[in-house]
T-cell receptor, first 113, second 110 residues
Framework: EAGVAQSPRYKIIEKRQSVAFWCNPI?????LYWYQQILGQGPKLLIQ????????DSQLPKDRFSAERLKGVDSTLKIQPAKLEDSAVYLCASSLGEYHPQHFGDGTRLSIL | SQQGEEDPQALSIQEGENATMNCSYK?????LQWYRQNSGRGLVHLILIRSNEREKHSGRLRVTLDTSKKSSSLLITASRAADTASYFC??????????FGDGTTLTVKP
């Protein structure tokens, strides 16, 4: 089966600019996750969708981050405006359900200048 | 702080040796999962152990779970250079919330 697809793989922007990431999960996976992973740390959950509804966005900085999952399939994560501390890898994962193993994409490495 | 905390932070061994890494957590769980991450890649699921299980095996991997101590361990036997990666535990609560630790970086020297 095809894995989780993410784009772009790398992005370099200046602070205060905006950026968007795209994720296409594995077909049939109801649960979709966005994580932020800072170098040397584990993935930190930003938002979790169940189909196209939000299950958990408690750690999403809502003043600058937004995410949506269109028709319960693809998802986009946006940052506007970006800050220096947003430099990280943004990982998307999907799973059959909230207790099932997660399948990860290779992430987008974001650098803020 | 993270729900799961791995120990040690870094581990360096020779090829053929066994590697053991530990995960401690704070609240009740539904299951615990171990993942591997190679440099520059996403995480890959290794093994899932449910709260009513004590031990599971998958190839060269052995996972134990002690819910009374709120801890789990991952043992990799007869390690290979290709096992060099970061290993993360993820705890899943009964509310379906998952949390990853900060990982153990394993280096296997040929």
């Amino acid at each position: 089966e095809a894995g989780v697809a993410q784009s772009p793989r790398y992005k370099i922007i200046e602070k205060r600019q905006s950026v968007a990431f795209w994720c296409n999960p594995i077909s049939g996976h109801a649960t979709l996750y966005w994580y932020q992973q800072i170098l040397g740390q584990g993935p930190k959950l930003l938002i979790q969708f169940q189909n196209n509804g939000v299950v958990d966005d408690s750690q999403l900085p809502k003043d600058r981050f937004s995410a949506e999952r269109l028709k319960g399939v693809d998802s986009t994560l946006k940052i506007q405006p970006a800050k220096l501390e947003d430099s990280a890898v943004y990982l998307c994962a999907s799973s059959l359900g909230e207790y099932h193993p997660q399948h990860f994409g290779d992430g987008t490495r974001l650098s803020i200048l | 702080s993270q729900q799961g905390e791995e120990d040690p932070q870094a581990l360096s061994i020779q090829e053929g040796e066994n590697a053991t890494m530990n995960c401690s957590y704070k609240t009740s769980i539904n299951n615990l999962q171990w993942y591997r991450q190679n440099s520059g890649r996403g995480l890959v699921h290794l093994i899932l152990i449910r709260s009513n299980e004590r031990e599971k095996h998958s190839g060269r991997l052995r996972v134990t779970l002690d819910t009374s101590k709120k801890s789990s361990s991952l043992l990799i036997t007869a390690s290979r250079a290709a096992d060099t990666a970061s290993y993360f535990c993820a705890t899943y609560t009964n509310a379906g919330k998952s949390t990853f630790g900060d990982g153990t970086t394993l280096t296997v020297k040929p």
